[in-house]
């Protein structure tokens, strides 16, 4: 079977000549190697042909990037020479010639070019000539950047500009990047990079540029490295100021309110630091300031016709101002009913007056329990026969039940009057028995059977 395989080497070798083919009698796994100062770096090298039928000689070189060229390695099929500048750090594989570098420095970087002749055994005087480059770095890992701003403190919009810049204690070929809210930067109208993308510069800034920023960096041979976070204040507005208020209906800048309503009206826009607020009503070609905040409390109560208000807002820092006005007419809404809110509870006049009425009743009620004793009264009239009612003519054999009852009879000494007893002489006569007054109470006979109507 290896002799087969040999012969069929042969065979393919053979046509490659015939047919002026150049056949791939080694291989690089990669042309590019990225080293890690102070580690190794191997150069492997992958033979495709078998070495014992072959002659080889050949170079392993080093291209400095100043163009500089040293001979590292020269190598036959048996033996290999190491240039001694490099024999403590550089080892040569046989028999497939791959080179190993040990303890890499800034020195070695550059290109490391193979030149190999092959000459088989059966094809004398042919020789194969191979040559492949490998380009090698020497990379430092990249240290926590640092991240700086100037000026330092908080700037205002449109007046400055901000500086950041991102440095590295240690890494080479540093690839930096820029994140605002972790949102990744790049050029833009007022974003200014530095060729290796350290420095950022804004200028002039905005109020979009207000934010957490943070340095990105690394490099070939490092993970992505991120640095503190750094905040940017910027003093911005006001911007879209704006008049609401949750009660009535509003209609583009008029808002129209039910008749005894209270209503509270909030002015607010987008500003750092946060705006003051002055209210300003408008009549007759004529301003007045009413009230200061964000806040415009209004009685509609007081409200003679529409009115116009104004609510200006002020940004003491960025020295800018902006205003809204509006319309404020007090008519029904049909809504059927009113609010009455006044610092919480608010009554309206016709409220007031119906509880004015109320407290009245009662007190006229309590003084005239106090001295009618409207229960006394209404029992003695219930027992009193009703002298308005006429009876008719009884001879006194009559059934007694229907005589039966309680009578008083008054007798007062003197000139009879037919004017009726006062409530309160009523009252008094229970508990005041004076020499000139009599009272009797006369119950007539009971039959020993009550009547059904009485039990009931």
């Not at 193979?114 to 094809?123: Q, V, Y």
């Not at 908080?154 to 991102?166: G, H, Q, S």
């Not at 001879?395 to 007694?400: I, L, T, V």
Request: hydrophobic content about 35%; proline content about 5%; glycine content about 6%.
């Amino acid at each position: 079977m290896e002799a087969r395989g040999r012969t069929a080497l042969y065979v393919c070798s053979v046509l490659f000549f015939l047919t002026d083919a150049s056949p791939e009698l080694i291989h690089v796994p990669s042309s590019v190697h990225h080293g890690i100062e102070g580690k190794s770096v191997l150069l492997s090298v992958e033979t495709r042909f078998p070495l014992e039928d072959v002659e080889i000689q050949g170079t392993w070189s080093h291209i400095r990037p100043s163009g500089i060229r040293t001979t590292l390695v020269s190598f036959t099929e048996e033996t290999s020479i190491t240039d001694m500048m490099y024999r403590n750090r550089l080892l040569f594989k046989e028999p497939n010639m791959s080179l190993l570098i040990r303890k890499l420095n800034q020195d070695d970087e550059g290109d490391y070019h193979l030149n190999l002749n092959i000459a088989f055994h059966n094809k004398t005087g042919q020789v194969i000539k191979e040559e492949r480059t490998v380009h090698v770095t020497v990379d430092v890992p990249v240290s926590t950047p640092v991240i700086e701003k100037s000026p330092s403190y908080a700037v205002v919009e449109d007046k400055a500009n901000v500086t950041w810049t991102c440095s590295v204690e240690r890494g080479t070929r540093v690839t930096f990047q820029w994140l605002q809210d972790n949102v990744a930067l790049g050029p833009s109208y007022g974003h200014h990079f530095s060729h290796d993308n350290s420095t950022l510069f804004i200028s002039p800034v905005r109020k979009e540029d207000k934010g957490t920023y943070h340095c990105v960096a690394s490099n070939a041979v490092s993970q992505v490295r991120y640095s503190r976070a750094m905040d940017l204040n910027v003093y911005y507005g006001p911007y879209n100021l704006e008049v609401n208020s949750s009660q009535g209906l509003r209609t583009g800048e008029v808002f129209t309110i039910n008749p005894g309503e209270l209503a509270f009206f909030e002015c607010q826009a987008d500003s750092n630091p946060p705006n003051s607020y002055v209210w300003i009503s408008k009549s007759r070609n004529a301003t007045q300031v009413i009230t200061e905040g964000p806040r415009l409390e209004v009685r509609s109560y007081r409200l003679a016709q529409a009115e116009e208000y104004l609510c200006r807002a002020f940004n003491n820092v960025t020295q800018k101002q902006n205003e809204a006005q509006f319309t404020l007419v007090v008519a029904s809404l049909g809504t059927g009913k009113e609010k009455h809110t006044q610092d919480g509870s608010s009554v309206s006049p016709l409220a007031a007056i119906i509880c004015s009425l109320f407290v009245i009743g009662c007190i006229l009620l309590f003084f005239l329990s106090r001295n009618c004793h409207p229960k006394r009264v209404l029992m003695s009239i219930y027992n009193r026969p009703l002298s308005e009612q006429k009876r008719p003519h009884r001879s006194g054999h009559e059934d007694a039940t229907e005589d039966f009852g309680i009578y008083e009879f008054v007798s007062i000494p003197g000139k009879m009057e037919s004017a009726q007893a006062s409530c309160r002489s009523l009252a008094r006569l229970e508990s005041v028995q004076d020499m000139h007054t009599t009272i009797y109470d006369v119950i007539r006979h009971v039959p020993e059977t009550p009547s059904h109507s009485l039990l009931n």
